[in-house]
């Protein structure tokens, strides 16, 4: 009876509004509500799910004060800015007058919110409800703003060019230009927000999309700075059945055109949401796929400049090309021996545990972190760091897709999803550290 009374419990769940960082905290809440509670997204205007996708939650829209002619929707300190002090209010309201109307059985739990929407917690501790922190990125990113403190302290930043190769101490194998810290023109911006995505304040715990098995040290790390239980229950997506959490169009187009290639042929090339490659190195990109004479899945959004001419009669059948590709089915694909990615961490932790190996090209922020430990620690991807020329492309695939070292990383790549496999099976440490996270709440 107590257990039926305990499930009834409701989380609100509040996602920063990119890809990115909604597609795992919906997964979170799929995962909660399959454990009995019921879940309300707070959402902005900006970049929201389809409510009519998720039937099982409620949606709590939040005005954010947002004008896309304002604030360029890359300009992302500005928006989360502009998040932080323009939804509080219009979230405090909502919730108070929700829990006006509350009964014992239907209580709000919690809120679990974004790393980087902290004004859930001022909201929060108002309004007397615990909170707990969702973390979307790899606890390497977490430990690399840990460190920014010291090395402020210590002269390091802003950082010289010189110092850009040279390995960050305490933090090996990050070297000065991995860390995030290089849109100089907004520093200070970008060093408040991490100094406030740092801060636990009164929340109650860290949830992780990351597991032990590929981040035991780090995380043990990180424990020493909080005094608060860290959750890593990752991968999330293997957990949760798969739905669809894009914003964007999925084309399945792909899935049996994937299906006609053989084992291991294909190379999957993607950035992501945000990052894009300007005309010049789409150009050479193109070319080098046609020329390294792989099949390719090449997903070019509608944001991309448009190919080059000649291009697609010149590739054939070899190529598809798409302009979102449902990529958890695609990287779980056998066809798919390759994945040319921006280094995002959803593609990452999607890429490692399906046992894909990858070439790296980060673009910004916590990419260049998920790289290095992709090529340095866990050994199953190809640094990327060259200028993009279609010679050295081709090569780069060849070697990831036919070469020795592609045969490597392949086969750490294969080890690791193991491991993760066990990590979320019963019993594992992603599956146990769920079901401690949910006793927590329980315990509120
Ligand atoms: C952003 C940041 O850029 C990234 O560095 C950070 O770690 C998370 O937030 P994004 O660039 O979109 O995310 O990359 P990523 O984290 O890889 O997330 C992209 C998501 O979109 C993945 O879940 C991926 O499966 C999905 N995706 C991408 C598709 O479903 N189809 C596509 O065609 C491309």
Redesign the pocket.
Known sequence: MEYQRERCRRLVLVPLP????I?PMLQLGTILHSKGFHITIAHTQFNFPDPLNYPDFDFLPMSDGICERNVSSHNFIALISGFNTNCKGHLQESLARIMEKEDQDNKIACIIYDEYMHFAEEVATHLGIPSIILS???AA?MQSYLAIPRLQKDGYIPFQDSMMLELVPGLQPLRFKDLCLQISKNLDDLLQMIAKALDPRSSSAIIWNTTDCLEQSTLAKIQQEYQLPLFPIGPL?KTVAAT???L?K?DQSCISWLDKQSHNSVIYV??????FMDNKDLLEMAWGLANSEQPFLW?V?MDSTPLPQGFQEAVGGRGCI???????Q??AHNSVGGFW????????I?SISEGVPLICQP?????RV?ARYLSQVWEVGLAWENDMKRGAIEEAIRMLMVGNEGKLARQKAKDLKQKIELSIDHGGSSYNSLNDLVDLILSF
């Open positions: 990119f890809q990115g960082h597609t979307t990125s790899s990113k997506h669809s959490i894009s964007f999925e993607s950035l992501g949401s945000i990052a997903v959004r798409v302009k979102w590709a449902p990529q958890k695609v990287l990615s921006h280094c995002g961490w959803n593609s990452t999607e673009y910004f922020g916590d990419q998920n």
